[in-house]
């Protein structure tokens, strides 16, 4: 994994892009400790930040290919996982290779299928491809959007790059925060619309779409959509075809150089992960798994059980160890080390995220980067497989809004009250959430249930298991450390999606289906173990903490936060513990320490970032 930075200009050959790109490549030295490198031409500037997991040597960029025709050039980050099919293809229509990175693989599969390349790929990607004889830069990213890919256009070409920080990073950028802005931070938030940032004309490559830029601008086209097809195979032959789609796809992930961990909870999917994966080195002489989980102090001392929350996972994760004959470490974070990273955590995504969820994975990653750098886990599973608890909450399915952010009201009360005046945060999100529905294409051979949690579904997987996304790419890659997500793999998801909820939530169970086919492999516990979440401190000194913190910052009526928000809702919120907002922030996690957390993250984003406000 890496970071990738670029420009094109077509109307000017800048004398100082050189120090303009390793400026902006600097920024992203994160993502890629290991080494960095640039290309500039006369329309073009390229920049490369490399984090060493497969091919030392060869895997080197910016990659050059020359070519009778002219050079490509490519920058890319990302992981293709069907590089043995694409390279005994293109072995067989005359490429030779000097390595084996999957960076020369994809380079080359470009040149020989063109645009349609990304129709080959499996794998998790973002990246660009610059042509000397035809002047265009083709840029492309993954299925569901894993790697980012951020870009701005100007009147005389385009900036792109895998984070927000190196776009600022160019001569002139001005960040601006608009009424489209406020409303994608304060009513979507930390979710986002596909294709927009919180920032004025700053966009996103959607996910599964690729473009092409030259002299004429920029052509978008779209590659891959979930789709609505109708499942006709029968309960035991879906068994069949799930197992298989889970399997290979777990063991397509595990190519690396280096040594592979996985994240364990104890919880279904983060076992099935450890299970297979552990199978795989021992069948292949790979040595014994190591599995890293993370708990705070005091965690059993304080924890109480909720819908959201119902156990705790030691007991979970001593049993899998057991299982799995894995090698266990864990992770102990403190309270102080949460509240204190919520800056860095905020500067990982450029914008205010998932407060102390967000910092607790920093910090879980940093301690495991000491010893790995690529972990498997099991992210993505609940989107699939129909695990929250939204998917069988009729208030949430009745709500007509995105289940996990229901308190409308309460954002809107957020606002300052003269930006409140101007903004309607309510007719943004139901904008947003109508356009999204409207791309779901029900089947006449679809049930009610099916039809009704085929919406669900979708909104899940393009919404909220993309800032859960956002959340691993960030958190993980401000490390200089690298995840895989299996149950991200677009067959998986693409195939699951068609499958009828009676069968998805088999037995009446959320994720029923994959917990039946997983009976013969995990202990009956583990498969039988109720959902539960990312693990968050239940220690009271985290509320003491990020409510100082946030009192701090109230006491100055300078504090940038009041000239955007409501400080008198704020004060309330602070006085009250957090319960004067009455509903989660978002999700199922961002409770009221959490949402005192968001806000001091709100403060130390308008401090850091000087965004200017646009209304």
């Keep these: 994994m890496c970071g990738i930075v670029g420009f094109v200009n077509y109307k000017k050959d800048l004398p100082e892009k050189k120090n303009i790109l390793n400026n902006m490549v600097s920024t992203l030295s994160k993502r890629g400790p290991d080494e960095n490198g640039i290309y500039t031409n006369n329309h073009v500037a390229l920049g490369h930040s490399r984090l060493i997991v497969i091919d030392a040597n060869g895997g080197k960029q910016p990659m050059v290919q020359k070519t009778s025709i002219g050079e490509y050039v490519i920058v890319y980050n990302g992981q293709i996982y069907n590089t043995k099919e694409l390279k005994k293809t293109l072995e067989e229509n005359g490429f030779n290779f000097s390595g084996y990175s999957d960076t020369e693989i994809l380079l080359k599969s470009y040149i020989h299928y063109g645009k349609d390349v990304v129709n080959y790929l499996n794998g998790i990607f973002s990246f ?44 002139h950028f001005e960040k601006i925060v608009d009424s489209q802005g406020i409303s994608e931070l304060f009513g979507i938030g930390p979710a986002h619309t596909p294709g927009f940032t919180v920032y004025k004309d700053v966009f996103e490559l959607k996910p599964g779409h690729f473009a092409i830029f030259n002299k004429d601008g920029l052509h978008i086209e779209e590659y891959f959509k979930l789709t609505s097809k109708p499942h006709e195979e029968d309960f035991e032959e879906t068994c069949t075809h799930l197992k298989y789609l889970v399997e290979d796809s777990i063991k397509r992930q595990l190519v690396s150089d280096l040594p592979i961990c996985t994240f364990l909870s104890g919880g279904l999917d983060s076992s099935i992960i450890t299970k297979f994966t552990a199978d795989y080195l021992r069948e292949n002489d790979l040595g014994q798994l190591d599995t890293y989980s ?92 129909g695990g929250y608890p939204w998917f069988f909450r009729e208030d949430a399915l009745k709500s007509n809004t995105f289940p996990w952010s229901i308190a409308i009201d309460e954002r809107q009360k957020l606002l300052h009250p003269e930006i409140s005046n101007k903004i309607n945060l309510k007719d943004y999100i139901d904008f ?152 989660p922030w978002f999700g199922q996690l961002m409770t009221g320490p959490q949402l005192m957390a968001y806000l001091c993250q709100v403060n130390m984003w308008l401090e850091k970032y000087n965004p200017k406000i646009e209304i």
């Design 432 to 583: 947003r959430y109508n356009e999204s529905l409207a791309n779901v294409e029900i089947l006449d051979s679809d049930s009610f249930e099916t039809a009704e949690k085929r919406k669900i579904s979708y909104l899940t997987i393009n919404w909220f298991m993309q800032t859960l996304l956002d959340r691993g790419d960030r958190m993980t890659m401000a490390n200089g450390f690298e995840i895989r997500v299996p149950f991200c793999d677009y067959r998986l998801v693409q195939y699951m999606y068609n499958v009828p909820w009676e069968m998805k939530a088999y037995n009446g169970r959320e994720k029923g289906l994959l917990r039946h086919i997983m009976k013969d492999y995990l202990p009956e516990e583990v498969v039988n173990r109720k959902k539960s979440p990312y693990p968050k401190t239940h220690n009271p000194t985290y509320l003491n903490k990020v409510k100082d913190m946030l009192i701090n910052i109230m006491k100055n009526t300078d504090s940038p936060i009041n000239y955007l928000l409501n400080r008198d809702y704020i004060l309330d919120i602070i006085n009250t513990d957090g319960s004067a907002f009455t509903r």
């Design 128 to 171: 660009a491809i610059w042509n000397t004889k035809t002047k265009e830069l083709f840029i492309a990213r993954d299925h569901f959007g894993v790697k980012p890919f951020f870009y701005t256009q100007f009147d005389e070409g385009l900036i792109f790059a895998s984070e927000l920080k190196a776009i600022f990073e160019y001569p």
């Design 294 to 385: 993370v708990d705070y102090v005091d965690n059993d001392k304080n924890f109480v059980k909720s819908d959201f929350q119902p156990n705790s996972d030691n007991y979970y994760i001593d049993l899998m160890t057991k299982w799995t004959k894995t090698s266990p470490h864990k992770v102990l974070l403190d309270t102080p080390e949460l509240a204190t990273a919520l800056e860095d955590a905020m500067i990982a995504r450029d914008v205010p995220g998932m407060a102390d969820v967000d910092s607790s994975l920093l910090l879980f990653c940093k301690e495991v980067k000491k010893e790995k750098t690529v972990s498997i886990m099991g992210e993505c599973a609940d989107e699939v497989f």
